[in-house]
């Protein structure tokens, strides 16, 4: 069984800051691309960024140049680091990653439980 254990949102300000952070934990052979979603009210879920087992990126045009996604392969861990954040980056995120696990040594995908993510004054 593979989880993925998602900490770090929070209230804050706009122009403030947050760093989400993802642990994959179980029965994990790799971990391959890894990401976040967001999803805020009324609204569907959308990709906010994602990242690859080699490191390459990919932003939602509404986050680039204030987010980074970042990840650590030895922890099975991925990071969003959020910037510049603005109301409309209020948000349920959530987590996502595809996992080789050792039990079927098969592709898995599997999500967080999401945190929430509010920016206001």
């Known amino acids: 069984q593979v989880q993925l254990v998602e900490s770090g949102g929070g209230l804050v300000q706009p122009g403030g800051s947050l760093r989400l952070s993802c642990a994959a934990s179980g029965s994990i052979f790799s971990a391959n691309a890894m990401g976040w979603y967001r999803q805020a009210p009324g609204k569907q879920r959308e990709l906010v960024a994602a990242i690859t087992g080699g490191g390459t990126t990919n932003y939602a045009d509404s986050v680039k140049g204030r987010f980074t996604i970042s990840r650590d392969n030895a922890k099975n861990t991925v990071y969003l680091q959020m910037n510049s954040l603005k109301p409309e980056d209020t948000a349920v995120y959530y987590c996502?990653?595809?996992?080789?696990?050792?039990?079927?040594?098969?592709?898995?995908?599997?999500w967080g439980q999401g945190t929430l993510v509010t920016v206001s004054s």
């Open positions: 996502n990653a595809r996992v080789i696990t050792i039990a079927t040594m098969r592709d898995l995908e599997v």
